[in-house]
Each structure stands twice: as structure tokens, then as C-alpha cells.
């Protein structure tokens, strides 16, 4: 569709760039100048010849005979305006507009207005622009030609057509049918707009590695959700363009074992792997040392970052140390903690080993579960894949708690330390604050340090953050945190977790850090304090683990953010759609859209 200069900043102004994008501006009510012999609901034409009129200050009423109603009818006018008493004449014949209530029998409409032309059915728009200008600007550009010509089915493009042009309406409220149509064609203009902004580059790449030798080594048996994973990445760097695939996997899902099969597909080439700290840095190293003995794996952190050659590696390990120097060409790079970095440092990794022509491919990984209908939005943009079974069963009892429940929760934690097991305590601030009702880590350490030994205290923040939590791992008892503490980390020993002000986190978050226990098959505890009496959404959280199902429950009360710009990370991004609510309509635009998905 072309737009005309004298029209642009009209578009410009309504934020959208095609047909069916302004299609999507529906009317917000008709105005129905069509003839009726009954009363309608709505607001309806009259044609009248007035009686009597008589004022008073606060009341202008004309008595009138409705011709078309066959009834007598009164118009009211409260706190008239001087001119309106000169309006209405005896024996004069009006045609009016008006909602017409039948009050005892007696029908009255109140502040009706004239009319002059009269037939059809008129929508009225609430837009920055005029009604009138968002009528032209609607009946010149939203034409069945245009709405085909940009890809939308038939019978949406006609539903949105009578949407637009009624002509017969039921009802001022838009129908099922129309509502789908509207959702179809805002998630088609959106998901077209993502796929556009998807870019293809040639690898000279093409790792064809037989993983599953490497697979019948480990001392366990993968996971369907990891094989179906590493069959799409073999496939993916299998391909002429590099790959581009993010991975979701819920808190112990086992991501680590398929990044080190993505590792064993890409030989003979090299693999970097970058992570958000130190210690998950560390981790994954001795996991690729573990399961990847025959291969020559190298860490490098901001301490080790100048004494490492990384000529000879076969798989380079790093932190944000990656990015300052200079690295050997790799034909697969990986993030971990995606959302941890920035686009920018994600490029910059990209471009370091990056030579010529030689793209590599990219595996971007997410512990951060997102619902089915986002991940089939995000396909326009990017492959992805969703790991939903995890290696064994979390075995986590979770609970809201509250101000009466804190004696059992101190005895809990007394025994599970008797134990010789450890307890995160999460706070929502790091000091006090007017604001909010709860203490702050620094108000509620003292107790803590008083009453337990062992307690190591971390803002998240703070530059001594790792060695804290290292030195926590090894002898603490209990750790105070906010929750922006470390989720990379292994804590084997860490049973229980204790949110305080449980109600004002999101559930994904409240999952992340549900996540951090049980690590090790233990019996874990999730204690969700609150001062609120009751709370639905904490306990509908406590009776699922499956981050998946959590993800779409957190939509439903968050809504879903702006997955185009990125602005938003909740808070509804769509007019029509809800995407908890719509996957039917979500796969049936990628269905059209995407056919190869």
C-alpha cells in the first residue's frame, strides 16, 4: 500500500504504517441514521412535530408526536443553554437523534440532536485525529484490495471491511466474528513486522558433528525436551545461514547439557560460550571439563583474562571479559542468561569472531520461562525452542505465610539448619523505606545475626557479591538478599527460601527464585510471606511448578510487555489480543505466516 505525501503525517500520527494497522483504530460506537418503527437500545432517529414547549431555569421540555414511533414523546434539556429555547417551535416537524428511555409508559430522549441526513449506519472513532479526517482517511485507504494485498485472509479482510462500512448491525457492539478479526489482523501486522526485522547471513559453517555418540557416554539418559532441542540446533547449524535460536528451559531443565551438545555438533570448530558471572563462568567450566574430557576447554574471567591463550582452545568459556579481547574464530557462539546482556555486547561477541564472510552461528539460552503463545509470536523474529521436562522431579513444597505463621517458620529453619542445611531469606529492599511496609534487609539483619550463626548478607550489587555467596556455599547458614541475587549459582545444601513480600513480586521472578533450592533431589520449602489477608494469584503460584504454566498464569495477571521495541516488560502491548488467552488465533497467523514453522 502507498501513501500518499498529503496523508503521511496522518499516519504518522496514528503510529501505524499499513492497511490493516489502521484498520485496527475500530469504531468505538456507531451512530445508526436508519428508520425504526420500535425503540431500540441504542440511539435512534425520531421524527417529530412539536406541541408545547416550556422552560424553566434548570429545564427546557418540549412536548412532540414521534411520527415513525406512533407515540407521543418529550425532549429534555437540562441546564439549557439560552439558544436552545429558540430551537424548537409549535407545529414544527424536527428530525432528531437520540436514546430514547420509556419511563411509566412515557417515552422521553434526553439532549437529542438534529439531523439532516439521514440513512446508514456512521461510525465514530476516538483517534488524534478529527472524526471526519479518520473517516477519509479509513474509506480511502482500508479496501478489500489493500487488506488481501498485505497478506490477511478473505474473511478477515471482509469482516473488517463491515467493521468499518456496516451495513446491517445487530447491535452498536462488535461480534464475536469481528473481535477475531481485529486479533487476527493486529497479530498479523505485528508478527510481519518481526519477521522483517529477522536477518539472514551466510555461514560458511556447516556443522554436521554426530552428537548422539557423545550422548551415549554420560552417565544419564536426555531428556525428550533436550533431544528434540539439539535435533533443531543440528538442523539449525546444518543450514547455509547462521543460526539464530533462543532457548527456554526452565530452572533445571538441564540447558548446560545442551549447550555441551551444541559444543560436540560444531566440532571440529570452535565454541565460545559467554555467561553473566564469574561463578556461573565457573560452573559451566567444570561441567565442560566433566562431560567434554577429550576437549580442550578454557576459562577466561576478568582475573584470568590476560594470562589465557585461547589459540589452542576448543571451547572458550567467558564472562563479560570476552568482549576486551582480541578471540580466535568460532563457528558457534552462545550466551547464557541472554537477558543479562545487552544487544550491543551480544553483537560485539558476535563481531570478535567474526572473520570475513565466516558468520558463526548463535545460541542465545533463557532460564526465564515464557508462555507457548509468545514463543509462537517470537518465531517471526527468531528460532525457538522450549524445554518443558526437566532431568527429575523438583520435590518443593510451597506456602503462603503469614505475620501469625513467623514462630513455625523460625523453628522450621532451626531444624532444616540441624540439618546442615541452608536457608535464603529474600528481601524486597536493601534499606528502609516509607514507602513500603516490610523491613529491609538492613532493618531485619540484626535479628538474624542475633539469632542464627552464619549469615552472610548480599545487596546483589554489592562488588563482593561472589565471594559472599562462595563463601556462603561453603560455610554459611543462612544468606539475606534482595532478589537480585545471583539465580546462576549452585547452592547443593540451600533447602529453603523465604520471600518477604511475596505479593509484590511477579510470579516468574517468585519462580527463579523457588528455583534455587532443591537443587540436588532434597525436600525443598517456599515460604511466600505476606501481610495481605489473602492473595489468589500467590496461591494459585503454590500449587504449580512447572515454569511454563507459571509464565502463562504471570501473563494473565502482568499482561505480556512489547515483545516489538522492547519497551515495556509487562503491561499490555496489544489493543485486541490477549495472548493468555488467544493461542488458537496466535497459531493460526503463524500457520499463514510461517508455514515452514
Same mark, same amino acid.
Given at each position: 500500500m502507498e501513501i500518499a505525501p498529503k496523508d503521511a503525517s496522518k499516519f504518522q500520527r496514528l503510529g501505524v504504517s499499513s492497511a490493516s494497522a489502521l484498520a485496527l483504530h475500530a469504531p468505538v460506537s456507531y451512530e445508526d441514521y436508519?428508520?425504526? +418503527?420500535?425503540?431500540?437500545?441504542?440511539?435512534?432517529?425520531?421524527?417529530?412535530?412539536?406541541?408545547?414547549?416550556s422552560r424553566t431555569p434548570r429545564l427546557l421540555k418540549v412536548q412532540a408526536y414521534a411520527h415513525n414511533l406512533s407515540c407521543n414523546i418529550e425532549l429534555l434539556f437540562f441546564s439549557p443553554k439560552p439558544y436552545m429555547t429558540r430551537l424548537f417551535h409549535a407545529d414544527e416537524r424536527y428530525t432528531l437523534y437520540g436514546k430514547i428511555d420509556c419511563n411509566a409508559g412515557h417515552a422521553q430522549v434526553s439532549h437529542p440532536k438534529k439531523v439532516t441526513q439521514t440513512g446508514g449506519i456512521t461510525p465514530k472513532y476516538k483517534s488524534p485525529l478529527r472524526t $471526519?479526517?479518520?473517516?477519509?482517511?479509513? @474509506?480511502?485507504?482500508?479496501?478489500?484490495?489493500?487488506? =488481501?494485498a498485505e497478506g490477511l485472509p478473505d474473511t478477515v479482510a471482509r469482516t473488517l471491511l463491515e467493521i468499518h462500512f456496516p451495513q446491517q448491525r445487530s447491535g452498536m457492539g462488535l461480534c464475536e466474528a469481528e473481535l477475531y478479526a481485529l486479533k487476527f489482523a493486529e497479530?498479523?501486522?505485528?508478527? *510481519?513486522?518481526?519477521?522483517?526485522?529477522?536477518?539472514?547471513?551466510? *555461514? *560458511?559453517f556447516r556443522c554436521r558433528s554426530d552428537w548422539r555418540a557423545w550422548s551415549q557416554t554420560l552417565p544419564f539418559q536426555l531428556t525428550g525436551s533436550q533431544v528434540e532441542t539439539i535435533e533443531a540446533i543440528a538442523d539449525d547449524l546444518q543450514s547455509k545461514h547462521a543460526a539464530r535460536r533462543m532457548i527456554v528451559g526452565d530452572v533445571g531443565s538441564g540447558k548446560t547439557m545442551v549447550m555441551l551438545a551444541a559444543v560436540m555438533i560444531a566440532r571440529p570448530n570452535r565454541s565460545v560460550l559467554m555467561a553473566p558471572t564469574t561463578i556461573l563462568a565457573q560452573q559451566l567450566y567444570e561441567e565442560a571439563q566433566k562431560f567434554l574430557p577429550h576437549l580442550h576447554v578454557k576459562l577466561l574471567t576478568h582475573k584470568s583474562a590476560k594470562n589465557v591463550s585461547l589459540d589452542d582452545a576448543d571451547f572458550i568459556i567467558g564472562t563479560h571479559a570476552l568482549l576486551y579481547r582480541e578471540l580466535p574464530e568460532a563457528a558457534l557462539i552462545m550466551v547464557d542468561e541472554q537477558h543479562r546482556f545487552g544487544t550491543a555486547q551480544r553483537n560485539i561477541l558476535e563481531k570478535l569472531v567474526t572473520q570475513g564472510d565466516q558468520h558463526p552461528h548463535f545460541l542465545q539460552f533463557s532460564a526465564t520461562p515464557i508462555p507457548r503463545t509468545q514463543a509462537m509470536i517470537d518465531a517471526a523474529h527468531i528460532d525457538v +525452542? /522450549?524445554?518443558?521436562? %526437566?532431568?527429575?522431579?523438583?520435590?518443593?513444597?510451597?506456602?503462603?505465610?503469614?505475620? @501469625? $505463621?513467623?514462630?513455625?517458620?523460625?523453628?522450621?529453619? %532451626?531444624?532444616e539448619l540441624e540439618r546442615q542445611h541452608q536457608v535464603l531469606l529474600v528481601y524486597p529492599l536493601v534499606e528502609q523505606s516509607s514507602m513500603l511496609a516490610y523491613q529491609s534487609i538492613e532493618e531485619a539483619r540484626a535479628f538474624w545475626e542475633k539469632q542464627f550463626e552464619n549469615v552472610y548478607v548480599t545487596y546483589g550489587k554489592d562488588k563482593n557479591k561472589e565471594e559472599v555467596l562462595l563463601a556462603f556455599r561453603e560455610k554459611g547458614n543462612i544468606l539475606i538478599a534482595t532478589t537480585v541475587v545471583e539465580v546462576g549459582i549452585s547452592l547443593p545444601r540451600l533447602s529453603t527460601v523465604v520471600i518477604v513480600g511475596a505479593e509484590r513480586?511477579?510470579? *516468574?521472578?517468585?519462580?527463579?527464585?523457588?528455583?534455587? =533450592?532443591?537443587?540436588?533431589?532434597?525436600?525443598?520449602?517456599?515460604? /511466600?510471606f505476606t501481610y495481605k489477608s489473602e +492473595?489468589?494469584?500467590?496461591?494459585?503460584? +503454590?500449587? %504449580?511448578?512447572?515454569?511454563?504454566?507459571?509464565?502463562?498464569?504471570?501473563l494473565k495477571y502482568r499482561k505480556s510487555g512489547d515483545l516489538l521495541v522492547g519497551r515495556n516488560q509487562s503491561g499490555k502491548a496489544f489493543k485486541w489480543v490477549d495472548i493468555g488467552e488467544d493461542e488458537a488465533i496466535v497459531k493460526a497467523v503463524q500457520d499463514r505466516l510461517l508455514p515452514k514453522v
Open positions: 436508519r428508520w425504526y +418503527s420500535e425503540v431500540k437500545p441504542y440511539a435512534q432517529l425520531v421524527d417529530v412535530t412539536v406541541e408545547a414547549v $471526519d479526517v479518520m473517516r477519509k482517511l479509513i @474509506k480511502e485507504y482500508v479496501t478489500y484490495e489493500n487488506l =488481501v497479530l498479523y501486522d505485528y508478527m *510481519s513486522a518481526l519477521r522483517k526485522k529477522r536477518k539472514y547471513v551466510a *555461514s *560458511s +525452542s /522450549l524445554m518443558t521436562q %526437566t532431568p527429575f522431579k523438583k520435590n518443593i513444597a510451597t506456602e503462603v505465610i503469614y505475620k @501469625k $505463621d513467623f514462630p513455625a517458620l523460625l523453628q522450621h529453619i %532451626t531444624t513480586l511477579g510470579l *516468574s521472578t517468585l519462580h527463579q527464585l523457588r528455583g534455587r =533450592v532443591s537443587r540436588t533431589g532434597l525436600q525443598g520449602y517456599c515460604y /511466600l +492473595s489468589e494469584r500467590l496461591e494459585q503460584f +503454590s500449587r %504449580t511448578m512447572n515454569g511454563f504454566d507459571i509464565a502463562a498464569l504471570d
